[in-house]
């Protein structure tokens, strides 16, 4: 079964502080994997990552994938109030035409 | 902009209610996704649908039902609403086979009581 799994399911920092959130997963035939953030209605697109040691940028978000270690990390450095949401990380595999998502992380900024 | 619509923000039932969620999408997209979101589940995909009257079944499409007769619009149905059924219910659209990246509506809050 394709299993999605994020770390930390919740993280409360400072403003300015820079964070990783994390994501793992198990599926098979691995296609894309795909970032979210959702403030408080739709999850909005972030990145989709597809080839491994390639980082994907903007601003100050950036994300890289592992496909051997099989995993993903989300960074957001010099963090502002408006970074508050849950992070969603998601992965399709091949063929499958639909996406696993994980439990999303619950990150708070603090001014 | 890709603008995905859900009839209602906030919705209350009552337990054996038939309920109808809607979900409308205006860039002509082919597939379209019904998701709940629960506290520590994550996203969760109950149906989806690559074409007019074509349907798939998700991860957790028990107690549920779907129609999608023209292309914009897929409603989720729950024949008999029950408390377990009280969710975020997410809709969302991506263009076509193989992309993968979804629009997202801005959800429906269903409570049955």
């Known amino acids: 079964e394709d299993k999605v799994v994020q770390s930390p399911l919740s993280l409360v920092v400072h403003e300015g502080d820079t964070v990783t959130l994390n994501c793992s997963y198990e599926?098979?035939?691995?296609?894309?994997l795909l970032w979210y953030k959702q403030e408080k209605k739709a999850p909005t697109f972030l990145f989709m990552l597809t080839s491994s040691g390639i980082e994907k940028k903007s601003g100050r978000l950036s994300s890289i994938l592992d496909k051997k270690e099989l995993f993903s990390i989300l960074n957001i450095t010099a963090t502002q109030t408006g970074d508050s949401a849950i992070y969603l990380c998601a992965v399709e595999s091949a063929g499958a035409q639909k996406l696993v998502f994980g439990q999303g992380t619950r990150l708070t900024i603090n001014p | 902009d890709v603008k995905v619509t859900q009839s209602s923000r906030y919705l209350v039932k009552r337990t054996g209610e038939k309920v109808f969620l809607e979900c409308v999408q205006d860039m002509d997209h082919e597939n379209m996704f019904w998701y709940r979101q629960d506290p520590g589940l994550g996203l969760r995909l109950i149906y989806f649908s690559y074409d007019v009257k074509m349907k798939e079944k998700g991860d957790i499409p028990e107690g549920y039902s779907v129609s999608r007769e023209k292309k914009e619009r897929f409603s989720l149905i729950l024949e008999s609403a029950s408390t377990n059924q009280t969710s975020m219910y997410l809709c969302a659209s991506s263009l076509s086979w193989g992309d993968l990246e979804q629009y997202f509506g801005p959800g429906t809050r269903l409570t049955v009581t």
């Open positions: 599926v098979t035939n691995f296609r894309s």
